[in-house]
């Protein structure tokens, strides 16, 4: 038989769960914060044409990556690869320009980056960021 829990550990556990609870909202708000800042930083450079992301409609990273360009009111152009085979052939010829294959690919001012990082669609669009074919992810 289990004994019971004495009443100051409970407590303590109740505590812990608030803070944590806490500390998982609050990363929440943050997030949503800083992509919607981050959002309008790139919408405010960003012009029509400047931005497509090539993505999949099983695609964590690509749904974030959407959240955060809509949450700016970014225009950006989407192509999901799994649903357009014309899509798909041009999101393998920028894989294979880039030597690896993964979603999202952003291309930005008609440069792809493989994955997506605010700070570097960013830097692409200030134009302080190396050449063609950026690899990082």
């Known amino acids: 038989m289990n004994a019971p829990v004495p009443p100051t550990r409970r407590r ?3 505590s812990l769960g608030l ?3 806490l500390a998982v909202g609050a990363t929440a708000l943050w997030q949503r914060h800083r992509n919607a800042t981050l959002g309008a930083e790139i919408a ?3 012009r029509p044409g400047d931005l497509a992301l090539y993505s999949a409609t099983w695609c964590g990273w690509c749904t ?3 959240r955060m360009l809509d949450a700016g009111g970014v225009h950006y152009t989407v ?3 799994d649903l357009d085979a014309d899509c798909k052939a041009r999101f393998d010829a920028i894989a294979h320009k880039l030597g690896r294959s993964a979603t999202p690919i952003v291309v930005v001012r008609g440069e792809p980056q493989l994955g997506f990082d605010a700070a570097r669609v960013l830097d692409r669009l200030r134009g302080t960021e ?3 074919g950026d690899k990082h992810s």
């Open 130 to 132: 190396g050449g063609a």
């Open 44 to 46: 405010g450079l960003a």
């Open 12 to 14: 303590s556990l109740l």
């Open 19 to 21: 803070v944590i609870a």
């Open 79 to 81: 192509c999901e690869i």
């Open 64 to 66: 974030r990556a959407k």
